[in-house]
């Protein structure tokens, strides 16, 4: 379409805004459409809500493009944080269509980084940010401390064998944040191990659900929210945590990993700017 026509489309009402949300469990197609709008093959439900106007602070950070989104708490794509939000990122792609048209451009990419509810039982808000937001995170110098400062099992830095750590096993029931599992279900380790470690499982989308352990007993495990597609007789990975430490800690005893170790064991812990050390 020529600009002259985007135009005349804006100002007689005949442009809709589209937005697909997706993880890996789905896409969801939304519009602020009346009816069903199909185009490029999917087809956009209205939404009961409303998609805010972009908010821009005008000084071209890259965090300047807010799209606030309200929906009815009941309406899926709400639903998905209840309790505990998607294990990863919703993506979102808001694009621009005319009616009569069989294209519509994308104008803005991003993500769910904000979930509220107004009111039990009410509106749920959404703050979607810009993909350029995510430009500015700092990436961070070297960090001194005497305790790892790698992400563990990270590929790249960690290096433990995230596979040869997990145990897998079936759940026997579940309440709330705690998953009640058959005795040895922690294998040759101490299940006490577990603790800061994370359990995963399938939920009924197929994404992948993830909650870190805060607590362990020889039959159970206790995570940091509620469990929610997790039936008994359900399959469920656990991996251990790590302490951070070198010699005598995790990093030694647990995954035998000391030459990956990323702090610094020999840290001073003297400041060299006190008389006391002279």
């Known amino acids: 379409m020529t600009h002259a026509l985007v135009s005349a489309s804006r100002a007689d009402g005949n442009s809709v805004l589209l937005f697909e949300f997706s993880y890996s469990g789905g896409t969801f197609y939304r ?5 069903q709008i199909t185009v490029l093959g999917n087809t ?16 071209l950070e890259p965090d300047g493009q807010i799209i606030p989104f309200d929906l009815l708490i009941t309406d899926e794509i709400a639903q998905l944080f209840v309790g505990y939000p998607p294990s990863e990122p919703v993506n979102v792609e808001a694009r621009e ?17 904000d979930f509220q509810v107004k009111e039990a ?15 500015a995170d700092d990436l961070g110098d070297e960090t001194w401390t005497v305790e790892c400062r790698h992400t563990h099992y990270d590929p790249e830095t960690c290096k433990v064998d995230k596979a040869a750590f997990t145990e897998t096993t079936t759940a026997v029931s ?12 922690n294998g040759s380790r101490p299940f ?73 064991p020999w840290l001073s812990n003297l400041n060299p700017s006190s008389e006391d050390i002279f």
């Open 44 to 59: 956009y439900e209205p939404m009961v809500g409303q998609a805010g106007d972009i908010e821009s602070r005008g000084d």
């Open 97 to 113: 269509y005319h009616i009569g048209q069989t294209e519509a451009p994308t104008f803005w990419l991003g993500e769910v980084t």
């Open 192 to 264: 006490l191990k577990f603790i800061t470690g994370q359990a995963s499982w399938t939920n009924s989308a197929g994404a992948i659900e993830l909650r870190r352990i805060t607590d362990a007993t020889a039959t159970s495990v206790t995570l940091t929210t509620a469990v929610r597609d997790l039936d008994p007789g359900q399959s469920i990975s656990l991996i251990p945590g790590c302490n951070k430490q070198s010699y005598g800690g995790d990093c030694q005893n647990l995954f035998t990993n000391l030459p990956n170790f990323g702090g610094h």
């Open 121 to 135: 039982g009410g509106d749920a808000n959404l703050k979607l940010s810009p993909i350029t937001e995510f430009f």
């Open 174 to 185: 579940v309440s709330d944040n705690i998953v009640t599992l058959p005795s040895g279900w």
């Open 31 to 35: 519009s602020n459409a009346v009816r």
